[in-house]
């Protein structure tokens, strides 16, 4: 059983509309911050400039990794596209990684030869807007994540969410280096954005690789969908409970323990209401249940969880 049509159609929705909005904010940050560089010759409005050019690239990115992850499963992938996500949020990390090493050379450049920072008051004003920008893109990326639960956009939202903080940081550097006749705290500022900008890019790489590695749910998810399916006092065990993400669709499949005097009529009528109280529990799923006749089921050892193991004998020593 998969996902109510009218949830998954929602939460597509909710993602497309929010991936336009980030791409047309990351062109309104770029022209300002452009304007500002010009004005100032900041470094550290250079820094977040470059931020805001690889923010358009990975929410481009977003915009169509979404739109090609809701495609609907055809012969070639039977499991949907939902791991395009996980790919468009590599790309953001690495991208991200890379606009942190560029203005590290150039803020490690500017310690060592310092340059004023002139007009300073547009570098403020451009500083402010997109600090006020960014906080309304991010408010709007939150309300759009807990609807579909997308890792792109909660991708593209980590991006927003450190610009948010980094503006507030080349705020400060633009006011210091233009008025407290300080150039060295504007690069300062500058390698404050880069350590922000690896901080996120390394969360943001570690989710990603945990969806194309099929990474399990948490155990307290894992543990309520189990207690849905034994709801039912026929459904006496589960067993083999393997859960992983694809996109925003949670892949769920398991055995279950059924009295095995029940009819295949009987049997099916069990599993299709546990699904239903599986969807309640995650209502964007792929659910396959197995049935198994207590008491008789076969092993499955490719698939089973490994078996406990006894602590190892302590070594008597470094060469025994």
Excluded: C
């Amino acid at each position: 059983m998969t996902a109510a049509p009218s949830a998954t159609t929602d939460v597509h929705a909710a993602t497309r509309a929010i991936t336009r909005l980030s791409v047309g904010v990351a062109v309104v940050l770029i022209a300002l911050k452009a304007f500002a560089l010009g004005a100032s010759g900041s470094v550290s409005v250079l820094a977040s400039l470059a931020d805001s050019t690889l923010d358009l690239v990975a929410s481009l990115a977003t915009f169509y990794a979404v739109r090609w992850a809701a495609a609907p499963p055809d012969q070639d992938h039977r499991y949907g596209r939902g791991k395009g996500e996980a790919l468009a949020a590599l790309v953001q990390a690495g991208l991200i990684f890379a606009s942190s090493v560029f203005i590290g050379w150039e803020a490690i450049n500017r310690m060592i030869r310092p340059a004023p920072v002139e007009n300073g008051l547009w570098g403020v004003i451009v500083m402010v807007l997109s600090i006020g920008i960014t906080g309304w893109l991010v408010w709007r990326q939150t309300a759009a994540l807990k609807a579909s639960g997308s890792l792109a956009v909660a991708g593209d939202r980590a991006h927003y969410v450190a610009d948010l903080a980094a503006n507030v940081v080349v705020l400060i550097g633009v006011a210091s280096g233009a008025w407290l006749n300080a150039p060295g705290l504007d690069a300062a500022a500058g390698l404050i954005v880069v350590i922000w900008l690896f901080w996120g890019a390394f969360g943001l790489l570690k989710t990603a690789a945990d969806h194309l590695l099929d990474r399990a749910l948490p155990p307290s998810e894992q543990a309520a969908i189990a207690t849905a399916v034994l709801a039912d006092p026929r459904i006496q065990g589960v067993h083999q409970l393997r859960t992983r993400m694809s996109g925003t669709v949670v892949m769920v499949q398991m055995h279950v323990d059924l009295d095995p005097d029940l009819t295949l009529d009987q049997a099916h009528a069990i599993l299709v209401e546990a699904e239903g109280r599986v969807l309640k529990v995650a209502p964007l799923a792929d659910i396959l249940i197995h049935p198994d006749p207590r008491g008789k089921a076969e092993a499955h050892a490719p698939a089973s969880a490994p078996p406990a193991v006894a602590d190892p004998p302590k070594a008597a020593g470094p060469w025994s």
